[in-house]
T-cell receptor
Framework: EAGVAQSPRYKIIEKRQSVAFWCNPI?????LYWYQQILGQGPKLLIQFQNNGVVDDSQLPKDRFSAERLKGVDSTLKIQPAKLEDSAVYLCASSLDDPGPYNEQFFGPGTRLTVL | AQTVTQSQPEMSVQEAETVTLSCTYDTSESDYYLFWYKQPPSRQMILVIR??????QNATENRFSVNFQKAAKSFSLKISDSQLGDAAMYFC??????????????FGKGTLLTVNP
């Protein structure tokens, strides 16, 4: 079974530029998550999708971050314009739609963003 | 809001020895789940072990076990017979059982485990 795919693995941009990250979840997983992991901290949820719909985007800085999940499969996360504090690893995860404890979130390898 | 605290930024252990990583959490909920994740340098988060709050029995997965103290809101991870491949960042995580579709994980800041040969 293929895992969660993310691209690119690394990205370096200057502040005020825009950037986009792509995620392809595990086939059949209805739920997709984007987490931001700043150096020295644990991941923080930015947005959770259930199929096409948004379940939780309470911690997404909506003035600069946007995310979409077309046709309930792939997802893109965009930052425009980027700030220095956006430097982080962006992790995508996917899972089945199941509230129980055995509904495991499978993580991708992440995209490391550096904003100069 | 729920918070997860890992008070040990770094730990080290000799190969084949046992090490315990600490985690405490704060929540007003009575039904929730707790997890330990491993993140090696490749950055891919891997689930190590899970615990359901309504189960008194501590979870075990091969060399990994937890000590879950619900009243104290403590959830420590014990790694027995440590191996070089156990070296990684370990994160404690919490998920509320909301009964709905919000499966958000709240993570601690992590503990970097070094295994010495």
């Amino acid at each position: 079974e293929a895992g969660v795919a993310q691209s690119p693995r690394y990205k370096i941009i200057e502040k005020r530029q825009s950037v986009a990250f792509w995620c392809n979840p595990i086939s059949g997983h209805a739920t997709l998550y984007w987490y931001q992991q700043i150096l020295g901290q644990g991941p923080k949820l930015l947005i959770q999708f259930q199929n096409n719909g948004v379940v939780d985007d309470s911690q997404l800085p909506k003035d600069r971050f946007s995310a979409e999940r077309l046709k309930g499969v792939d997802s893109t996360l965009k930052i425009q314009p980027a700030k220095l504090e956006d430097s982080a690893v962006y992790l995508c995860a996917s899972s089945l739609d199941d509230p129980g404890p055995y509904n495991e979130q499978f993580f991708g390898p992440g995209t490391r963003l550096t904003v100069l | 809001a729920q918070t997860v605290t890992q008070s040990q930024p770094e730990m080290s252990v000799q190969e084949a020895e046992t090490v315990t990583l600490s985690c405490t959490y704060d929540t007003s909920e009575s039904d929730y789940y707790l997890f330990w994740y491993k993140q090696p340098p490749s950055r891919q988060m891997i689930l190590v072990i899970r615990q359901e709050a309504y189960k008194q029995q501590n979870a075990t997965e091969n060399r990994f076990s937890v000590n879950f103290q619900k009243a104290a809101k403590s959830f420590s991870l014990k790694i027995s017979d440590s191996q070089l491949g156990d070296a990684a960042m370990y994160f404690c995580a919490y998920r509320k059982n909301s009964g709905g579709s919000n499966y958000k994980l709240t993570f601690g800041k992590g503990t970097l485990l070094t295994v010495n040969p």
